[in-house]
């Protein structure tokens, strides 16, 4: 017993040892701009090819409140260390004009994964199944709506808002969708069997009507209609309501209070309104958003 322990306790120091010293040469071409903060949590997934993490982090003061995010990582040793369950500490560096708005250096490794503990549940797959609570938010004709008016068709419900300055968020997010409603709209079955809602959480700037010319910048230059696709907003509760059934977290950017951090989440609700698929990041496409509505269609005939 005492033996594992200060092979792990030496595992632990050289992980760090060598975290320290790669993080060196990352640290000094950090521009100047960018600002660092101290991040704290514990590995959920890995992806080796992409160099991201997703990791489940503790509030970061000043910054943002504790959430689950996907970070990129610029040190190449630490992708090898890296395992679910793992507790790591890292510099979470973030830089708006950077090719990565923001990523992780410094990497240490804290604490090994505690084989005597059960995995973690998977919260998205526990969400599959559950009736989605109704609610009440206004589209972008100012128009009041809810679940109730999508009853009957699949709905893939995303989350954005106008000011998004990154690509692969809120950016990347609309650009399936406005892909997605522009199939739709032209095929008359799924026209009848599918819809697409956006829901802004920045309901202080995202207006119905600025909400209506964000949809349509995204539909093309001349684009007078959005079709199968609805953008919306409402009070700040009724979307944290919304937000929170569904695993999505926001906070303002307390160094810059236009930005808001966010991580993503895109769900598909079959017909009957119970949840069907939920899409976490940004990895998905919209053949695949689309194949997961068919089969919600498919699964719960009307």
């Known amino acids: 017993m005492h033996l594992r322990f200060l092979l792990l306790s030496f595992s632990v120091f050289v992980v760090s040892f060598v975290s320290a010293c790669s993080g060196t040469s990352a640290t000094s071409s950090t521009p100047s701009n960018a600002k660092r903060y101290e991040l704290r949590g514990k590995v959920v997934s890995v992806d080796k090819q992409k160099k991201r993490a997703t990791i ?3 509030s970061i003061p000043g910054f943002m409140e504790a959430m689950t995010m996907e970070f990129p990582i610029h040190e190449d040793w630490v ?4 395992k679910p369950g793992v507790e790591v500490r890292a510099d979470l560096v973030v830089d708006h004009s950077a090719k990565d708005p923001y990523w992780l250096e410094n990497i240490g490794i804290v604490a090994a994964p505690d084989p005597n503990l059960p995995p973690q549940a998977n919260k998205d797959a526990a969400l599959v199944g559950k009736a989605v609570p109704d609610f009440s938010l206004t589209n972008q004709d100012a128009k009041r709506i809810s679940m109730k008016d999508f009853h ?3 709905l893939a419900i995303t989350f954005i808002y106008e000011r998004c300055p990154l690509p692969d968020y809120c950016i990347r997010m609309s650009t399936n969708f406005s892909e997605a409603a ?5 095929d008359p079955e799924l026209k009848k069997t599918t819809a697409l809602l956006s829901i802004s959480f920045d309901p202080e700037n995202d207006t119905p009507s600025k909400l209506k010319a964000y949809g349509l910048g995204y539909m093309g230059k001349g684009a007078t209609e959005l079709g199968a696709w609805q953008l919306a907003v409402g009070t700040d509760k009724q979307i944290r309501d ?4 569904f695993g999505l977290r926001y906070e303002i950017d307390q ?3 236009t930005q808001i951090i966010h991580n993503l989440k895109t769900a598909v609700i079959a017909p009957d309104g119970t949840v069907s698929k939920i899409f976490s990041g940004n990895r998905w496409t919209t053949a695949e958003l689309l ?3 068919q089969k919600a269609v498919e699964n719960h005939p009307n």
């Open 56 to 58: 489940d982090h503790e």
């Open 79 to 82: 992708r090898n260390e890296l």
């Open 152 to 154: 009957g068709r699949a």
């Open 182 to 186: 522009s199939k739709i709209n032209g």
């Open 242 to 245: 919304v937000a929170d059934f």
């Open 255 to 257: 160094n810059d209070k």
């Open 291 to 293: 194949a997961e509505m």
